[in-house]
């Protein structure tokens, strides 16, 4: 009778038991219990048992790369949800976005949120970077981590610019179409040379990309298993080594004297392991930089549970809020069903890539390829030319120059990029005076080049005048940030039908 | 921070009920389904039936006919489509009108295939598709006759059910569109061809002068009245049609659908007919084809016109002193390949050769056309080309500006000119001139005094005119 | 002092927390129950599954005709009109007519003329649909909706 007694009470307890065997630490109330509220987690393990306040501060992160991520567990889980009605083949993509629109429950607003989660997305990985350069967040020895961060770069805007033929609509046929050519442009250099036909770089790429020669059945497929396969799990990958990066880069970074600067710690943080912990984690001797002493005194570190996870759900939560109220107010756009035979006029690429498509209507190599691998380039370079080891952790260094170095660069840099762009615009370029001109010479001599011209040069001279390569990066980087701005806004609202500038899309001729 | 999760979660959720409630509560077709449910029982007597109506599911209905690619919703709000019950009711509840759907069953054809409009939508204005990003918005009833033409005969179905793409179809070889546009194999090539004129999108036309909604239907409305206020500079001559004529050839228009592939079982044997043979079947007399294809710049072809649309002189092609200067080979090469220099463009492709053996028989009539002109008139000394040169800069130059797009007249160094006018042509009509235009005669009474010689040097210039087009 | 005793309670759950936390979970559960109502469609892609078969005197006497592109057969008897599913209620095959009924290729389930069992795996006999008259005049079977054995619709 004992064993049925015992029974009964087992069954009565199976919740309790079966929580007990999948949370095995008690409430988290404790040091103890938070720190293992982390590290027993499959998921919360990324996370260090105790975080600086420093990583906490608002003012220091403003959350940008929770938010990217965050944007991508949007972005993956409404992705998922459309493949359920989305039909990859040129004869029922549209069809079935349209369903998904008209019919498909909640098919309209989780279309929506995949849409503007996209480009929330690209936005805010830019200002991420942004901050991360800002703060000096690259340098040693989270150089590894910075180029890791500019490949996390062009994935999003490859998986962005791969979604974006899926619908099969106007906007997507035309936008890519322009895309693939942009690929095919290293023909202007090969057939400048002559060597087109024995090494031809860009019909390979071309080719590469859309499997045909012109947009279709093929190019779809592709561009769909890139975007639903090929380029999340490279992402994931990324982001894993990304985040790894940060807990063996010692965190996020900070200023030496951070501890000095927090002042008096927070009533949440009480001595840890004022005793010897019950197990010894070696590991943690062998993580570089600052991370949670065994065994001394006070530091400023709050456990990451709940803190940092409080955090982190906030700025998931805020990310998601942001982007349902746009998805509530604003559809996702869809136009006429592709038409090989009816060009859309302005034929537009994403909003992210019409600065360079305001270079490429003057040479698609300078504003498809040149430009942005040089860019890319310089921006995987820029912590292994920058070694000073001054001003990490802080907005601009705050001891030093910083801030003004950057303020004037973004003037010289808006200067020059409207004084280029004005004058093009204006007195139109090499091709309007001298209509014979060969393509080569306008392939590297156009207010793209130019202004990269400009901004090298001025960057350089900084260097030499200020005598620290950390302002002449500050100089290159606001110089370009601020080009980039201005040529996308150009891209964006002052070019219409043929490329041709408006003060405003209401000017636009009726077609 | 808390208070950030707090207030996004609220956020959040705020908005994804928001969303749940916009999606499933407040939509328009929903409403008409309790509406047409209450309406039925109020007209059914049955309690039974009554019952029934009162608890018709309200669901989404579509009509999905795989080989038309058609996913109409319009029945999820046009419930009382197929049900004598609803007659007299107001939309979109009442019965579809006319009997129309007993041979074109909706559950074949489906509703956008003769409406058009957005058949995946599921609300009226998205349906309508008017302004938005769609290529073939709802088409209003008056011009619904249309459809009929995608797969049935125009001409065919004057009695059967649509006069007006009937009468739109007459009203198009009347009035001599085909004189410059393709349509059906026959016609001149001066303007677009119109053989898929129904297919085009509003993006394909003009829409710059078009005041109003944009739809490809009020565009050609207007242009038929208007050709040169919706299109400006167009050719196209100004016929000033009333508005039925207006509205019949814009339903003929939107009919012309050759690009637009269907399913056998869909098409009328007539169109299949139609397809095979051309837009006109059967054998056509030269009178006939004059007035199709001539007659709109010509017009009786007897006296020179001065076209005050055109801005020029129409030679008068059945003058019997005009054929008494031309040549069947002229006339035939000219008919096919044009005129350069002048808007005579030409018809190869557009004309099958009995038909334009028929139709150069037609001009002939009453005045001898020989195949060639007798060239032993030409035999005699070789002119002087300078000396006719400086007499062509000061004679004819301003009407013909050798080399270049002759603006008045025809441009005498093409091919087309220097190959098949004989040189004894040349000489005729140096001397007596084109009458009716502003060729006039340069030899012989009333004319400017021209020698022999000097018409010699003239037609020695103009022979030299073709060596230096190349 | 230890580490572990629960009495030094380091963040006491406040209300902010308990809220904050309370509005996070609520809304990640109002969207997976949005996500969970994705799947389901609300309309489904193929054609209707009411189909016309024609007006009342087309339809064959004592024998069966099969309707074009669906799987049922139509048949008029003495007490009126009827409608069979050729759909096997075993596993779904298509049944072929047999003079004595039909047979299922698949797993050889046998019905008699009236789509009674009479051997094999099938657990009952095959469905009868519902046969109704349309406002106009034709007669219209619904695939979606079966009706007992041995319904006819009186003409």
Same mark, same amino acid.
């Given at each position: 009778?004992?064993?049925?007694?015992?029974?009964?009470?087992?069954?009565?307890?199976?919740?309790?038991?079966?929580?007990?065997?999948?949370?095995?630490?008690?409430?988290?109330?404790?040091?103890?219990?938070?720190?293992?509220?982390?590290?027993?987690?499959?998921?919360?393990?990324?996370?260090?048992?105790?975080?600086?306040?420093?990583?906490?501060?608002?003012?220091?992160?403003?959350?940008?790369?929770?938010?990217?991520?965050?944007?991508?567990?949007?972005?993956?889980?409404?992705?998922?949800?459309?493949?359920?009605?989305?039909?990859?083949?040129?004869?029922?993509?549209?069809?079935?976005?349209?369903?998904?629109?008209?019919?498909?429950?909640?098919?309209?607003?989780?279309?929506?949120?995949?849409?503007?989660?996209?480009?929330?997305?690209?936005?805010?990985?830019?200002?991420?970077?942004?901050?991360?350069?800002?703060?000096?967040?690259?340098?040693?020895?989270?150089?590894?981590?910075?180029?890791?961060?500019?490949?996390?770069?062009?994935?999003?805007?490859?998986?962005?610019?791969?979604?974006?033929?899926?619908?099969?609509?106007?906007?997507?046929?035309?936008?890519?179409?322009?895309?693939?050519?942009?690929?095919?442009?290293?023909?202007?250099?090969?057939?400048?040379?002559?060597?087109?036909?024995?090494?031809?770089?860009?019909?390979?790429?071309?080719?590469?990309?859309?499997?045909?020669?012109?947009?279709?059945?093929?190019?779809?497929?592709?561009?769909?298993?890139?975007?639903?396969?090929?380029?999340?799990?490279?992402?994931?990958?990324?982001?894993?080594?990304?985040?790894?990066?940060?807990?063996?880069?010692?965190?996020?970074?900070?200023?030496?004297?951070?501890?000095?600067?927090?002042?008096?710690?927070?009533?949440?943080?009480?001595?840890?392991?004022?005793?010897?912990?019950?197990?010894?984690?070696?590991?943690?001797?062998?993580?570089?930089?600052?991370?949670?002493?065994?065994?001394?005194?006070?530091?400023?570190?709050?456990?990451?549970?709940?803190?940092?996870?409080?955090?982190?759900?906030?700025?998931?939560?805020?990310?998601?809020?942001?982007?349902?109220?746009?998805?509530?107010?604003?559809?996702?756009?869809?136009?006429?069903?592709?038409?090989?035979?009816?060009?859309?006029?302005?034929?537009?690429?994403?909003?992210?890539?019409?600065?360079?498509?305001?270079?490429?209507?003057?040479?698609?190599?300078?504003?498809?390829?040149?430009?942005?691998?040089?860019?890319?380039?310089?921006?995987?370079?820029?912590?292994?030319?920058?070694?000073?080891?001054?001003?990490?952790?802080?907005?601009?260094?705050?001891?030093?120059?910083?801030?003004?170095?950057?303020?004037?660069?973004?003037?010289?840099?808006?200067?020059?990029?409207?004084?280029?762009?004005?004058?093009?615009?204006?007195?139109?370029?090499?091709?309007?005076?001298?209509?014979?001109?060969?393509?080569?010479?306008?392939?590297?001599?156009?207010?793209?080049?130019?202004?990269?011209?400009?901004?090298?040069?001025?960057?350089?001279?900084?260097?030499?005048?200020?005598?620290?390569?950390?302002?002449?990066?500050?100089?290159?980087?606001?110089?370009?940030?601020?080009?980039?701005?201005?040529?996308?806004?150009?891209?964006?609202?002052?070019?219409?039908?043929?490329?041709?500038?408006?003060?405003?899309?209401?000017?636009?001729?009726?077609? | 921070?808390?208070?950030?999760?707090?207030?996004?979660?609220?956020?959040?959720?705020?908005?994804?009920?928001?969303?749940?409630?916009?999606?499933?509560?407040?939509?328009?077709?929903?409403?008409?389904?309790?509406?047409?449910?209450?309406?039925?029982?109020?007209?059914?007597?049955?309690?039974?039936?009554?019952?029934?109506?009162?608890?018709?599911?309200?669901?989404?209905?579509?009509?999905?006919?795989?080989?038309?690619?058609?996913?109409?919703?319009?029945?999820?709000?046009?419930?009382?489509?197929?049900?004598?019950?609803?007659?007299?009711?107001?939309?979109?509840?009442?019965?579809?009108?006319?009997?129309?759907?007993?041979?074109?069953?909706?559950?074949?054809?489906?509703?956008?295939?003769?409406?058009?409009?957005?058949?995946?939508?599921?609300?009226?204005?998205?349906?309508?598709?008017?302004?938005?990003?769609?290529?073939?918005?709802?088409?209003?009833?008056?011009?619904?006759?249309?459809?009929?033409?995608?797969?049935?005969?125009?001409?065919?179905?004057?009695?059967?059910?649509?006069?007006?793409?009937?009468?739109?179809?007459?009203?198009?070889?009347?009035?001599?569109?085909?004189?410059?546009?393709?349509?059906?194999?026959?016609?001149?090539?001066?303007?677009?061809?119109?053989?898929?004129?129904?297919?085009?999108?509003?993006?394909?036309?003009?829409?710059?002068?078009?005041?109003?909604?944009?739809?490809?239907?009020?565009?050609?409305?207007?242009?038929?009245?208007?050709?040169?206020?919706?299109?400006?500079?167009?050719?196209?001559?100004?016929?000033?049609?009333?508005?039925?004529?207006?509205?019949?050839?814009?339903?003929?228009?939107?009919?012309?659908?050759?690009?637009?592939?269907?399913?056998?079982?869909?098409?009328?044997?007539?169109?299949?007919?139609?397809?095979?043979?051309?837009?006109?079947?059967?054998?056509?007399?030269?009178?006939?084809?004059?007035?199709?294809?001539?007659?709109?710049?010509?017009?009786?072809?007897?006296?020179?016109?001065?076209?005050?649309?055109?801005?020029?002189?129409?030679?008068?092609?059945?003058?019997?002193?005009?054929?008494?200067?031309?040549?069947?080979?002229?006339?035939?090469?000219?008919?096919?390949?044009?005129?350069?220099?002048?808007?005579?463009?030409?018809?190869?492709?557009?004309?099958?050769?009995?038909?334009?053996?028929?139709?150069?028989?037609?001009?002939?009539?009453?005045?001898?056309?020989?195949?060639?002109?007798?060239?032993?008139?030409?035999?005699?000394?070789?002119?002087?080309?300078?000396?006719?040169?400086?007499?062509?800069?000061?004679?004819?130059?301003?009407?013909?500006?050798?080399?270049?797009?002759?603006?008045?007249?025809?441009?005498?160094?093409?091919?087309?000119?220097?190959?098949?006018?004989?040189?004894?042509?040349?000489?005729?009509?140096?001397?007596?001139?084109?009458?009716?235009?502003?060729?006039?005669?340069?030899?012989?009474?009333?004319?400017?005094?021209?020698?022999?010689?000097?018409?010699?040097?003239?037609?020695?210039?103009?022979?030299?005119?073709?060596?230096?087009?190349? | 002092?230890?580490?572990?005793?629960?009495?030094?309670?380091?963040?006491?759950?406040?209300?902010?927390?308990?809220?904050?936390? @309370?509005? #996070?979970?609520? +809304?990640?559960?109002?969207?997976?129950? %949005?996500?969970?109502?994705? &799947?389901? =469609? *609300?309309? $489904?892609?193929?054609?209707?599954?009411?189909?016309?078969?024609?007006?009342?005197?087309?339809?064959?006497?004592?024998?069966?005709?099969?309707?074009?592109?669906?799987?049922?057969?139509?048949?008029?008897?003495?007490? @009126?009109? #009827?409608?069979? +599913?050729?759909?096997?209620?075993?596993? %779904?095959?298509?049944?072929? &007519?047999? =003079? *004595?009924? $039909?047979?299922?290729?698949?797993?050889?389930?046998?019905?008699?003329?009236?789509?009674?069992?009479?051997?094999?795996?099938?657990?009952?006999?095959?469905?009868?649909?519902?046969?109704?008259?349309?406002?106009?005049?034709?007669?219209?079977?619904?695939?979606?909706?079966?009706?007992?054995? %041995?319904?006819?619709?009186?003409?």
């Amino acid at each position: 009778m004992g064993s049925w007694s015992e029974y009964v009470a087992n069954v009565k307890s199976i919740p309790r038991a079966a929580w007990e065997s999948l949370v095995r630490h008690g409430p988290p109330v404790t040091d103890r219990s938070r720190a293992e509220a982390v590290f027993q987690n499959l998921f919360l393990h990324i996370h260090s048992t105790r975080v600086h306040r420093w990583s906490l501060r608002w003012s220091y992160t403003m959350g940008l790369g929770l938010i990217c991520a965050a944007s991508f567990v949007v972005l993956t889980v409404t992705g998922v949800l459309l493949m359920f009605y989305y039909k990859p083949s040129m004869a029922l993509a549209y069809q079935s976005i349209k369903d998904i629109h008209y019919v498909v429950p909640t098919g309209r607003f989780i279309r929506n949120i995949h849409r503007w989660g996209a480009h929330l997305m690209v936005i805010a990985v830019i200002l991420h970077m942004a901050r991360v350069f800002f703060t000096a967040s690259y340098k040693k020895p989270r150089e590894m981590n910075w180029v890791f961060g500019i490949v996390l770069l062009i994935l999003t805007l490859a998986l962005s610019f791969s979604g974006y033929l899926l619908p099969w609509d106007q906007l997507a046929y035309w936008a890519v179409t322009i895309g693939a050519n942009i690929a095919q442009s290293p023909r202007e250099i090969t057939d400048a040379i002559g060597i087109t036909r024995y090494l031809d770089i860009g019909g390979f790429q071309k080719t590469l990309l859309l499997g045909s020669r012109s947009v279709g059945e093929d190019a779809l497929i592709r561009f769909y298993v890139l975007h639903v396969v090929f380029l999340p799990l490279l992402m994931a990958v990324f982001m894993g080594l990304h985040f790894w990066r940060i807990r063996k880069d010692g965190g996020l970074s900070r200023p030496a004297d951070a501890d000095r600067r927090l002042g008096p710690e927070e009533k949440d943080v009480t001595p840890v392991f004022t005793q010897a912990p019950k197990k010894s984690y070696g590991l943690m001797a062998v993580v570089r930089g600052t991370s949670p002493n065994v065994g001394r005194g006070p530091e400023n570190t709050l456990p990451s549970w709940p803190h940092l996870v409080t955090a982190e759900a906030a700025v998931f939560m805020f990310t998601l809020a942001v982007t349902v109220a746009i998805s509530f107010f604003l559809d996702a756009p869809l136009k006429e069903m592709a038409n090989p035979l009816v060009p859309e006029n302005p034929a537009k690429a994403p909003w992210y890539f019409l600065g360079l498509q305001e270079i490429v209507s003057f040479s698609a190599f300078a504003g498809g390829v040149l430009l942005p691998v040089v860019t890319l380039l310089g921006l995987v370079l820029i912590p292994y030319l920058d070694r000073e080891p001054e001003g990490v952790g802080d907005w601009f260094g705050a001891a030093s120059r910083g801030r003004e170095v950057a303020l004037r660069s973004a003037i010289f840099g808006l200067a020059a990029v409207i004084a280029v762009e004005a004058f093009a615009i204006r007195f139109g370029w090499l091709r309007s005076w001298y209509p014979g001109i060969p393509q080569i010479v306008i392939t590297f001599f156009n207010p793209g080049t130019v202004l990269t011209f400009l901004y090298m040069a001025y960057s350089l001279w900084v260097i030499r005048w200020e005598n620290s390569t950390r302002l002449g990066a500050i100089a290159i980087f606001t110089c370009f940030l601020a080009g980039f701005i201005v040529l996308t806004l150009v891209g964006t609202w002052f070019r219409g039908p043929n490329w041709e500038f408006f003060w405003s899309p209401s000017r636009w001729p009726v077609h | 921070m808390k208070k950030l999760l707090l207030a996004s979660s609220l956020v959040t959720l705020l908005f994804l009920v928001a969303s749940g409630l916009s999606e499933n509560v407040f939509v328009s077709w929903k409403g008409y389904q309790k509406e047409y449910s209450l309406l039925l029982a109020g007209r059914t007597k049955d309690p039974e039936r009554k019952r029934e109506a009162r608890n018709i599911p309200i669901e989404l209905h579509q009509v999905v006919v795989p080989d038309l690619a058609a996913f109409d919703r319009c029945v999820t709000c046009h419930r009382g489509m197929d049900n004598p019950l609803m007659a007299g009711a107001p939309n979109p509840f009442r019965p579809h009108p006319g009997d129309i759907l007993s041979v074109h069953p909706t559950e074949r054809f489906g509703c956008t295939i003769c409406h058009r409009g957005q058949g995946a939508a599921v609300n009226f204005r998205e349906a309508k598709a008017v302004d938005s990003y769609w290529d073939y918005p709802l088409l209003p009833q008056e011009l619904l006759e249309s459809s009929c033409g995608i797969c049935h005969d125009p001409k065919a179905m004057a009695k059967t059910g649509a006069p007006v793409l009937a009468e739109g179809a007459r009203l198009f070889e009347e009035k001599g569109c085909h004189g410059c546009h393709r349509l059906g194999g026959l016609g001149g090539s001066l303007g677009a061809a119109l053989d898929s004129a129904g297919l085009r999108t509003r993006h394909q036309l003009v829409m710059t002068n078009l005041p109003g909604e944009k739809t490809t239907f009020r565009w050609l409305d207007l242009h038929f009245k208007d050709p040169q206020g919706i299109v400006a500079g167009s050719l196209m001559k100004p016929d000033y049609p009333t508005d039925e004529e207006a509205r019949a050839l814009t339903v003929f228009m939107l009919s012309l659908q050759a690009d637009r592939e269907l399913p056998d079982r869909a098409m009328g044997r007539d169109r299949h007919r139609l397809l095979s043979v051309g837009h006109d079947h059967g054998e056509r007399d030269g009178r006939t084809l004059y007035d199709r294809l001539c007659r709109v710049c010509h017009g009786e072809g007897t006296l020179g016109i001065f076209d005050k649309h055109l801005g020029r002189f129409v030679p008068a092609i059945r003058n019997p002193a005009f054929l008494a200067s031309v040549d069947r080979r002229f006339l035939r090469a000219n008919i096919l390949a044009g005129r350069p220099g002048t808007l005579m463009a030409g018809f190869e492709g557009g004309l099958t050769r009995p038909d334009l053996e028929r139709l150069l028989d037609f001009l002939a009539a009453g005045a001898p056309l020989p195949e060639l002109r007798d060239q032993a008139a030409a035999k005699r000394p070789a002119g002087d080309a300078r000396r006719g040169a400086a007499m062509f800069a000061r004679q004819c130059a301003g009407c013909h500006d050798p080399g270049e797009k002759g603006q008045v007249a025809p441009t005498l160094s093409s091919r087309a000119f220097q190959e098949n006018a004989g040189d004894a042509m040349i000489l005729a009509t140096i001397a007596g001139g084109r009458p009716g235009t502003a060729m006039v005669a340069f030899s012989g009474p009333g004319g400017a005094g021209l020698s022999d010689a000097e018409r010699s040097d003239l037609l020695a210039h103009i022979r030299s005119l073709a060596k230096r087009r190349k | 002092m230890s580490v572990d005793d629960p009495g030094k309670d380091v963040g006491r759950r406040d209300l902010l927390s308990l809220a904050a936390w @309370g509005a #996070f979970g609520a +809304s990640i559960l109002a969207a997976t129950i %949005g996500m969970l109502r994705l &799947p389901k =469609p *609300s309309v $489904f892609p193929e054609p209707s599954l009411k189909v016309k078969v024609g007006p009342p005197g087309s339809i064959p006497e004592l024998e069966y005709r099969k309707v074009a592109g669906r799987n049922l057969f139509v048949s008029r008897g003495e007490e @009126g009109v #009827f409608a069979i +599913s050729a759909v096997c209620t075993h596993l %779904g095959c298509v049944v072929a &007519p047999v =003079p *004595s009924g $039909f047979h299922c290729p698949c797993h050889g389930s046998r019905f008699d003329a009236l789509g009674r069992i009479t051997g094999g795996p099938a657990p009952r006999g095959l469905d009868w649909l519902k046969v109704a008259k349309a406002p106009d005049g034709e007669l219209v079977v619904d695939e979606g909706e079966t009706v007992p054995q %041995g319904t006819y619709l009186k003409i």
